[in-house]
């Protein structure tokens, strides 16, 4: 492995931030479908966080690449929509709930490596990334590409993480027995320890803890309770989810306007926010 994969070079360049650059992918775009609309910089930033959470950088057995994103079925419209807004590649259907989105021919993967090159915030993404490239350059009969070693430091400014929350995040309330209790978290979650600091870093941005997941080898960022969202919602409100989960983002809001307003102390009001809460991720 690389020594950049080393926690402490993986802390250190956090503090470096570092923009997305998509110079090449929009020349390359341009040139190649230009009857397409040119994507814009906040749907590739979207649909980067997205790649890190359920896309996948994959090598058949005979070492032929290609890209993949896996959705649940019942999400499938966000894939047409990946389709659509880049211009290219399939959406298929695997199995009874899944679809996938897929790009294998050679002139397509050169522009998912353009898009990906040097604009990939998580380690372990990083590392499926290069065998990828690797072996586009050896089944490849252009000009090698080479890879770019810059990784990106998220912000509030970028929309990388409505991506990864559109894959990876979870918008939970649960009402607690009979009591007033409540819980109230956003989640984030990302297995391997050398993905970790950038959660941590995550937290310095909407707040928050980084814990060891009863999982295996998944850390999960929670940030708890209704007062601790000021950030969480301000980042939301503004940089739009894709998936279904934009309506359990919608409804999870509601609950917390209604905890604000004291619902959760009315017995019957209570009742009917507990059916409410139960409902944010269905």
């Known amino acids: 492995t690389y020594k950049m994969y080393s926690l402490p070079v993986i802390v250190a360049r956090l503090s470096n931030i570092n923009k997305f650059n998509f110079s090449k992918f929009l020349d390359m775009h341009k040139e190649n479908y230009s009857q397409v609309s040119t994507p814009s910089k906040e749907f590739l930033q979207w649909l980067i966080g997205f790649t890190e959470g359920d896309g996948s950088f994959t090598l058949s057995s005979r070492g032929v690449p290609a890209f993949v994103i896996t959705q649940s079925t019942k999400d499938v419209q966000v894939l047409y929509n990946i389709q659509e807004v880049l211009g290219f590649g399939q959406v298929m259907k695997q199995g009874k709930s899944t679809s996938r989105f897929i790009v294998k021919n050679k002139k397509d993967l050169r522009l998912i490596i353009a898009l990906f090159n040097g604009n990939l915030v998580f380690p372990h993404k990083f590392q499926s990334f290069t065998s990828f490239l690797e072996a586009y350059n050896l089944r490849s009969n252009l000009p090698l590409i080479s890879l770019i070693t810059t990784f990106i430091t998220p912000t509030l400014n970028d929309h990388w993480l409505a991506g990864f929350t559109d894959a990876e995040g979870c918008f939970t309330c649960s009402l607690l027995g009979n009591s007033n209790r409540y819980r109230f978290r956003f989640l984030l979650s990302q297995s391997g320890t050398i993905n970790q600091p950038i959660l941590v870093h995550l937290t310095t941005l909407i707040g928050g803890v980084v ?3 009863s999982r295996q080898n998944v850390f999960e960022l929670t940030v708890n ?20 989960k934009i309506n359990s983002y919608k409804i999870w809001r509601e609950v917390h306007l209604s905890i604000l307003n004291g619902d959760h102390l009315s017995p019957e009001k209570r009742l009917l926010l507990k059916a409410k809460a139960a409902i944010i991720n269905k």
């Open 211 to 213: 814990r060891l997941h």
């Open 225 to 244: 309770g209704v007062k601790n969202m000021k950030n969480v919602f301000k980042y939301f409100d503004t940089h739009e989810l894709r998936t279904k």
